[in-house]
């Protein structure tokens, strides 16, 4: 198996445990934060479900499948950050629709978005660095 097809496979993994962290007692704190940084509703817990079971199906097609996947999550998920980043509130879960523009702290924000930035660009470089895989 190569490394195409692994990666998706860690990427489900990860995906599918960031939806359990609201239901894991001790891991949020008393306002509902993961880690005491970000809250996690039921859209977010949707979207890292729906993401996890597109990696997973991905992974087990097909290396093609898997860049594939890959490519078009790490860019969706590096842009959802970027716009958190800038204005406070991503795309994916709707928050930018739910929330708006948000006046939050840099530090908040950089710490709530790094998992979409770092996660989107990981996914992205390895889909180009080992594109040879899926050919």
């Known amino acids: 198996m190569g490394k195409l097809r692994i990666t998706a496979w860690v990427y489900m993994v990860v995906l599918l445990s960031v ?3 609201n239901y894991i007692p001790g891991l949020t704190d008393a306002e509902g934060r993961a880690f005491g940084i ?3 509703d039921v859209y977010d817990d949707l979207l890292h ?9 991905s992974a087990a097609m097909s290396s093609r499948a898997s860049r594939i996947f890959l490519f078009w999550f790490g860019l969706l998920y590096l842009l959802d ?6 204005v406070g509130s991503g795309f994916l879960d709707l928050g930018i629709v739910k929330y708006g523009v948000l006046d939050l702290p840099l530090t908040f924000k950089i710490l709530a978005n790094l998992p ?4 989107g660009s990981i996914a992205i470089f390895v889909s180009r660095r080992f594109a040879h895989e899926a050919r």
């Open 49 to 57: 479900v729906a993401s996890g079971l597109w990696a997973g199906i």
């Open 81 to 86: 950050g970027l716009l958190g980043l800038a």
């Open 38 to 40: 970000f809250a996690l």
């Open 19 to 21: 939806a359990t962290l």
């Open 116 to 119: 979409h930035i770092a996660g």
